[in-house]
């Protein structure tokens, strides 16, 4: 299957600081990913569409101010947790479409990273 | 929107036994639907998918069905294995580039 990657993999910032994660598709180019976040135990909540050369689409009730999206290029997008709080501390994974169809496979695979540990102390 | 109830939320099979998750969906839009398994701490691993034109779909010991008429799509894992053991979800979507929406997830653990 197609490889998505996100650096880094756990992050321990002070209250106050900056964090940024990078989403990575390593085999394919991405117009579209997403940026989840995870609770123990909970399903996905998805927070962000980025879209390649466009601004992100956030979802209802996620700060945008907050959670800065940067769909740079085709292979990369980045989300930064600015001012973070311990409240924000959580595991957020990344996803990208992987575009096109090969003979037998659905055009509309959604490839996740292993998601990045945010510990905001 | 479209809402994704999936049950039951853990699930404890012998090794060897089959396991069976059980998805429903609102949106009759919807036309995509795949499953994942993440481990623990672990991004979700596509395991499976169905588009909505196809009614059975099998890859080795995983299958998934989908009824349409009644919106509803299930994972079948025959011949459990330890490492089945994990955390699946289900999700649908209404395919080109929408997003996904999932299931609560279902716990699976297979005991040796």
């Known amino acids: 299957g197609a490889v998505v990657s996100q650096h880094p993999s756990r992050v321990i910032c002070k209250s106050g600081t900056s964090v940024k994660i990078e989403c990575r598709s390593l085999?394919?180019?991405?117009?579209?990913m997403f940026w989840y976040r995870q609770f123990p135990k909970k399903s996905l909540m998805l927070m962000a569409t980025?879209?390649?050369?466009?601004?992100?689409?956030?979802e209802q009730g996620v700060e945008k101010d907050k959670f800065l999206i940067n769909h740079a290029s085709l292979t990369l997008s980045t989300l930064t947790v600015t001012s973070a709080h311990p409240e924000d501390s959580s595991f957020y994974i990344c996803?990208?479409?992987?575009?096109?169809?090969?003979?037998?496979?659905?055009?509309?695979?959604?490839?996740f990273g292993p998601g990045t540990r945010l510990t905001v102390t | 929107g479209e809402n994704v109830e999936q049950h039951p939320s853990t699930l404890s099979v012998q090794e060897g036994d089959s396991a069976v998750i059980k998805c429903t969906y609102s949106?009759?839009?919807?036309?995509?639907f795949p499953w994942y398994k993440q481990e623990l701490g672990k991004g979700p691993q596509l395991i499976i998918d169905?588009?909505?034109?196809?009614g059975e779909k099998k890859d080795q010991r995983i299958a998934v069905t989908l009824n349409k008429t009644a919106k509803h799509f299930s994972l079948h894992i025959t011949e459990t294995q330890p490492e089945d053991s994990a955390v699946y979800f289900c999700?649908?979507?209404?395919?080109?580039?929408?997003?996904?929406?999932f299931g609560t997830g279902t716990s699976l653990t297979v005991i040796p």
């Open positions: 996803s990208a479409i992987r575009p096109g169809a090969e003979s037998g496979r659905s055009p509309y695979e959604q490839y």
């Open positions: 085999d394919f180019q991405a117009t579209t």
């Open positions: 980025s879209n390649e050369g466009s601004k992100a689409t956030y």
């Open positions: 949106d009759s839009a919807s036309n995509y």
């Open positions: 169905i588009r909505s034109n196809v």
């Open positions: 999700a649908a979507s209404e395919v080109p580039g929408n997003q996904f929406y």
